[in-house]
């Protein structure tokens, strides 16, 4: 019998971004974007708390780890709100906040940008529907 099943992963408790300019990735992340800087390991990563998800920036040790992240979904209340104070902090957007999935409950709402080393960013906002 397979015993696979005996495991199930279910909490992340890191992502990592690449980076090729550890510095400028860190300002961007920390003052740009205002997340907790936890601490550094120069010249090669640097850790920050995302409400309990860390996330570390690095760069990458391997030329097939060389590649763009994945797509971060940042939550927020007010994703109209967010996105004006990025844009007043300097932070390039792809797409205005739009309406992408209607659904029975909430409407969910995004607005991507990109970091100070390309990667694709988003703000995801689920905004409630009247009455529920």
Not at 14 to 19: F, L
Not at 39 to 56: E, H, Q, T, V, Y
Not at 94 to 120: I, Y
Not at 122 to 127: P, T, Y
Request: negative net charge; aromatic residues 8%.
């Amino acid at each position: 019998m397979n015993n696979q099943r005996s495991i199930s992963l279910g909490q992340i408790g890191q992502v990592s971004v690449n980076v090729h300019d550890l510095d400028r990735a860190t300002a961007f992340y920390k003052d740009k974007l205002g997340i907790r800087h936890l601490f550094s390991i120069p010249p090669k990563m640097a850790f920050f708390d995302c409400n309990g998800i860390r996330l570390m920036l690095a760069i990458p040790e391997r030329p097939d780890l060389d590649h763009p992240s994945s797509i971060l979904y940042f939550k927020v209340k007010e994703v109209e709100k967010a996105h004006q104070a990025l844009v007043s902090h300097g932070v390039h957007f792809e797409t205005e906040p739009m309406l992408v999935a209607p659904m029975a409950t909430h409407d969910l709402w995004l607005a991507e940008f990109r970091d100070s080393e390309n990667n694709v960013l988003a703000l995801m906002c689920e905004k409630p529907k009247p009455g529920t």
